[in-house]
């Protein structure tokens, strides 16, 4: 059973543009929600997380935004740029639990120079 | 600062050999996970192992099985390797009970091809 949903499975954007990811998840007892970056032939990468006791976290171009009542949370990328080019996977986990990430099955996005 | 490496990049078995990939965990980190990732899809937990032990476990058959050894390092090993088993097996390091908990650095992965 997949915990955690994440859609598109793929999407184009101009550079300049907002690329936006989202995730939804099934699990309650989830306490922390990171985004991954990986490029081809590369090991996933932390790009940013939070934690369910915040709405919304920025770090540069990349925000997430999270609804702990819907239990989805969304990954936007402003200004999107070509070397942003990569799959991203959202996950989550439980620290009670170990840690353990249970990974979205990720979305491909590429920006168009 | 050396982050998480892993090895051999590459290798190539056939069905029903038995393979061992390795690990060396991020300076200071004292937890090793193992993922694997098939093509096109999301990394899936294999297993953890904190204080040279499994402390937690995935969805695998006991074909998988791990070590850790008191270098914090660790092995993962495959047995009777089927053609699914071909995939990119990463590896995630951690400190149990670090500020940043639940953060896990990953490696670049090795990718077995089963033939």
């Known amino acids: 059973q997949q915990q955690v949903k994440q859609s598109p499975q793929s999407l184009i954007v101009q550079k300049g543009g907002i690329s936006i990811i989202n995730c939804a998840y099934e699990?309650?007892?989830?306490?922390?929600f990171p985004w991954y970056q990986q490029f081809p032939g590369k090991g996933p990468a932390l790009l940013i997380a939070i934690r369910p006791d915040v709405s919304e976290k920025k770090e540069g171009r990349f925000t997430i935004s999270f609804n702990k009542s819907a239990k989805q949370f969304s990954l936007h990328i402003m200004d999107s740029q070509p070397g942003d080019s990569a799959t991203y996977f959202c996950?989550?986990?439980?620290?009670?639990?170990?840690?353990?990430?249970?990974f979205g099955g990720g979305t491909r996005v590429l920006v168009k120079p | 600062d050396a982050g998480v490496t892993q090895s051999p990049t590459h290798l190539i078995k056939t069905r029903g050999q038995q393979v061992t990939l390795r690990c060396s965990p991020k300076s200071g980190h004292d937890t090793v996970s193992w993922y694997q990732q098939a093509l096109g899809q999301g990394p899936q937990f294999i297993f953890q192992y904190y204080e040279e032990e499994e402390r937690q476990r995935g969805n695998f058959p006991d074909r998988f099985s791990g070590h850790q050894f008191p270098n914090y390092s660790s092995e993962l090993n495959v047995n009777a390797l089927l053609l699914g088993d071909s995939a990119l097996y990463l590896c995630a390091s951690s400190l149990v009970g670090g500020s940043n908990t639940g953060e896990l650095f990953f490696g670049e992965g090795s990718r077995l091809t089963v033939l």
């Open positions: 699990n309650t007892a989830f306490d922390y």
């Open positions: 996950a989550a986990s439980n620290a009670a639990a170990g840690n353990k990430l249970t």
